[in-house]
Structure formats: structure tokens, C-alpha cells
């Protein structure tokens, strides 16, 4: 009895660990995101690159003119469909944006990064990739 014991408990520790492995299958966007990527803002002029670097929890996006820049620490919401991306401004070229939250929808395929970007003290994110009053850019890893 006790040998049966001893392998049941055997066989739910295999099993829960076995579980446990599963849940950890999906890779965090996270890790995809870190580095330099360099791209462009849709539909905008001038055309000159952006750059947008990803380092642990905190970002640095460069614009295509001096006062575009910002730097900010950022939280992702995976879960959500579309996905987003919820930055908080630390520092930035437009002094009334400092302190404020923005929120943006992103997706990562075929190693294309593609932004949609509400204005940083808005209260909601884009409604989507194409909403009217967001800013879109795409970017690829260097």
C-alpha cells in the first residue's frame, strides 16, 4: 500500500510539474522588444528614420526633428487584444508631456515592430492600428 502511495504522489509531482513547464511556453514580448529598432512614422514628413531603443523596463524613442525625443520606463498588457504598451514619460523634448502616461497598441511580426501611439496625457489607447489620432511608425530590429 505504502509502494502505491509513494507512486501516486510520484506521478502528481511528474504531472504538476509537467503542467507548470506548459504554462511557461509563451515567451514574453518583453524579451522580443529589447534592443535598437530603427523605422519611420507613417503618412509623415520628413521621412527621416526613428529610433526607438528598448532596455529592461524603460524606453528612448528619437524623432525625425530635435524636440521629438522621450525617454520613459514602460509596462506591457499582452493580454489585451491588440496588445499594448503603456509608457510613462520621464524626460522629453516637449516639456507639457513630462510626467504623462501614453499608451500605445503594438504587434511584432515577421520582425517588424508596428506602433500606434496616442499623444501622452490621453486617457485611452488608439482604438486601433488605423485610429485617425494616433501616431504610426514601424520599425525593424538592427
Known sequence: ?????????????????????????????????????????????????????????????????????????FTLHEELQPKQLIVVVTECGIPQYLGKTSYLLYKIENGTLTLAATEPGATVAPANFGAEHARHMEFTKE
Open 1 to 73: 500500500m505504502k509502494k502505491c502511495a509513494n507512486l501516486i504522489k510520484l506521478l502528481m509531482t511528474a504531472l504538476l510539474l509537467a503542467l507548470w513547464g506548459c504554462s511557461t511556453l509563451h515567451k514574453s514580448d518583453l524579451r522580443a522588444l529589447q534592443g535598437t529598432w530603427t523605422g519611420r512614422e507613417l503618412g509623415v514628413t520628413p521621412e527621416a528614420p526613428r529610433q526607438i531603443v528598448f532596455k529592461g523596463d524603460r524606453l528612448e524613442y528619437r524623432g525625425a526633428v530635435s524636440n521629438d525625443w522621450g525617454n520613459g520606463t
